[in-house]
């Protein structure tokens, strides 16, 4: 580094299934979270930012990436992640970084480059290639369950049931209730976390740039969360539910919806209950959605922790730090929980990007639509490189500066693939094959088309009049022209983008011309 400026400190943050309207900056009528919303105060607040997949590996796959589904191939969580592929903690490792994670990145590794007996096999919870892993917080969170012990707290239960709501001592029955769980709001994963990093940040020299990857759980289910969080928010207060008037009528609106309502078990998101997700009354899905209001406001605190760390070690105005998600969540929506689908409720996700370099746009929003794609190629081109031409994503980096690009997409879009290739399931569900088991969304402001794989029909909806998307206007004589252009788009969209590792190569005579991806750059 020598005769060259000193690189600027990177923070990414991820916080697990939040939902992008769940700001108080984004303008969200019940939700506060003071400390994003500071962050956004003094970077660019990205209010149509979308993921690219769910559920978590796949989301995380386009956002490590830079690469649409379609070319980096992670389906489901399980499918792994080609070791061919180029990452962001690679890419930050060539820059001379050490990428340090704090968390779980979900990402399941090649088998061809290990033994089968190898027991990392057994789990799509492995660490992306390029991290060192200071703290590993995997599904089991034994981690934190021993950092629990330590401080007093019975942590036999092991997770998920540490994370019951309990109420006079006992275990609270199947209504939902907003009881806290055992643990305390200093004794939260997010909290241990925070901690974590910021013991590390202590060691750091001030002479060396680093890389912190902070992957928060918040506000991923179970949902239930302490004291003051759990009471924080009245399940009267917030908007209303977009839904049919059953969820009889919303199965009704397409094969696959019927199939998805069908296997949501409440289970899933609450230990202490029993049923499906759709037998919730509307009481029960208010009282979780005040919970799931309420652990983001504790992982907001959180980052308010952060962001003192960061300060406390003189480093806040030297780091770049980027806030996100992986994906969203349904909460209520369509009388469902979690994410996948295609509704917006699952996709839309929060961004917020501050470099203290380039503050010509501090405070500003960004309605463009932007991807988890965008996110690697922005952090290469504000370290001073230019990302490689083969990534799906675009920087960012002109927003941050005030002055949008001339030529920027109109539309957002998302891949979901719902096979199951160790049960099929849906396979067996539908009567198709596991690669026919998938959709695609091109998302522009006043339509979304959502094309399926196999025998399943389309979706078109009129968003401007339906942004419920309640009413599927595909088969409707008077919308034939809207749907015909959409599925051109869509094919165009997927034309354009269909993997460009080699293809923007040539051998000629002299040798090679154009872009190889994962070439060093010297020979490129």
Not at 327 to 334: F, I, P, R, S, T
Request: negative net charge.
């Amino acid at each position: 580094m020598t005769g060259k400026a000193r690189r600027p400190n990177i923070l990414l943050i991820t916080c697990d299934q939040w939902r992008g309207d769940c700001l108080s900056a984004a303008g969200h009528p019940v939700v506060k979270t003071p400390n994003a919303d500071a962050l956004a105060a003094e970077g660019v607040l990205f209010k149509r930012h979308y993921g690219g997949a769910a559920p978590c590996s796949p989301a995380r796959a386009c956002l490590y990436t830079g690469l649409y589904q379609m070319n980096n191939r992670v389906c489901r969580n399980g499918t792994p992640l080609d070791a061919r592929h180029g990452n962001i903690a690679l890419s930050a490792r060539a820059l001379g970084y050490d990428p340090t994670l704090f968390g779980y990145t979900d990402v399941s590794l090649d088998p061809r480059q290990l033994a089968p007996s190898d027991p990392r096999l057994q789990s799509y919870e492995g660490v992306l290639p390029g991290f060192t892993v200071r703290q590993l917080l995997p599904e089991h969170q034994k981690q934190w369950l021993s950092w629990l012990k330590l401080r007093g707290v019975d942590a036999s239960a092991g997770s998920p049931d540490i994370h019951r709501p309990v109420a006079d001592g006992a275990a609270v029955g199947a209504t939902v209730s907003n009881a806290p769980p055992v643990y305390s709001g200093q004794q939260t994963p997010a909290a241990f976390l925070a901690g974590e990093f910021t013991r590390w940040l202590g060691e750091q020299e001030h002479a060396a740039p680093w890389f912190a990857h902070l992957s928060f759980i918040s506000p991923h289910p179970p949902f239930v969360v302490p004291e003051p969080y759990n009471t924080m928010y009245n399940p009267a207060d917030g908007p209303a539910f977009r839904r049919a008037a059953s969820w009889q009528e919303e199965a009704e609106n397409h094969p696959y919806l019927a199939y998805d309502l069908g296997r949501q078990k409440q289970i899933k998101f609450r230990p202490d209950a029993r049923g499906k997700v759709h037998d919730w009354s509307e009481d029960d899905f208010r009282r979780i959605r005040a919970i799931y209001y309420g652990m983001i406001s504790e992982v907001d605190a959180q980052l308010g922790r952060v962001w003192q760390a960061v300060k406390a070690a003189g480093a806040w105005d030297d780091t770049i730090i980027v806030l996100t998600s992986d994906h969203a969540e349904m909460m209520g929506d369509h009388f469902m929980l979690g994410k996948g689908g295609y509704f917006d409720g699952s996709y839309h996700i929060p961004l917020i990007i501050r470099d203290p370099r380039h503050g010509n746009a501090a405070g500003g929003n960004v309605d463009s639509f932007t991807e988890a794609v965008d996110i690697l190629p922005t952090l290469l081109d504000l370290l001073g490189e230019e990302p490689a031409p083969h990534l799906d994503g675009a920087s960012l980096k002109p927003f941050l500066n005030g002055e949008p690009p001339a030529a920027w997409r109109d539309a957002a879009h998302w891949e979901f693939d719902f096979r199951s290739i160790a049960e099929g399931e849906a396979e067996r569900h539908f009567g198709i094959a596991s690669r026919q088991c998938n959709l695609a969304v091109i998302r522009t402001e006043h339509y979304k088309y959502v094309h399926f794989g196999g025998n399943l029909p389309p979706l078109l909806f009129d968003l401007k009049n339906d942004p419920g998307e309640l009413d599927n206007l595909a088969a409707n004589p008077s919308h034939v022209a809207v749907r015909l252009e959409f599925a051109e788009r869509l094919l165009a969209w997927r034309a354009e983008h269909l993997d460009q590792s080699l293809a923007l190569a040539e051998l000629t005579e002299n040798g090679l011309a154009g872009h190889a991806a994962g070439l060093p750059p010297h020979l490129t």
